[in-house]
């Protein structure tokens, strides 16, 4: 396994050698990934493995931890969510491919004889984030918000009002009954 990092591999030539790449990234090098980010400090450590499988496919097996640092959509504060991504890629040519892979693993779509590195770690972090980050419910510190029930001081204050006698219960009282 190589410590040492290429901008570009061949994932079909380092399959049939065996081989693989660990290392680590520092989040603020993943540009797509960063405008996602409230803090791009921080670093995605990740190994990755080339082989061939029992149908003569590239494949490439690994997995990516890091700490993102996200802005929690119900109180835009800083939430840390902990990714732990694990890979099991096959290495396709054409679209066609994709479709005769076993379900447990996700087609990479390789036009060229190469892949950047780089941009495989970017992609699998970003898939990894949720479409609405939220803290977990007790965790979230919204004003106002009660965690557990849910419910807003402005819903309390209307429960309230509701004991008072409608001001307009009066007008009831005129209309015609015709």
Known sequence: MSSRLPEFIDP??????GG???GTVELGDLPRLSGALMDTGGVAEFNLEFYRD???RARIKGQIQADLVLECQRCLGAMVLPVSAVLDL???QVPEEAERLPESCDPVWVEEDTLRLLDLVEDELILAIPQVPRHEPDACRVAGVNPVQGETADQEQEDDASDKPNPFAVLAGFKSDK
């Open 90 to 92: 096959a290495v396709i």
């Open 54 to 56: 029992n149908r003569n």
């Open 20 to 22: 693989g790449y660990s």
């Open 12 to 17: 079909r030539r380092l399959a049939n050698q």
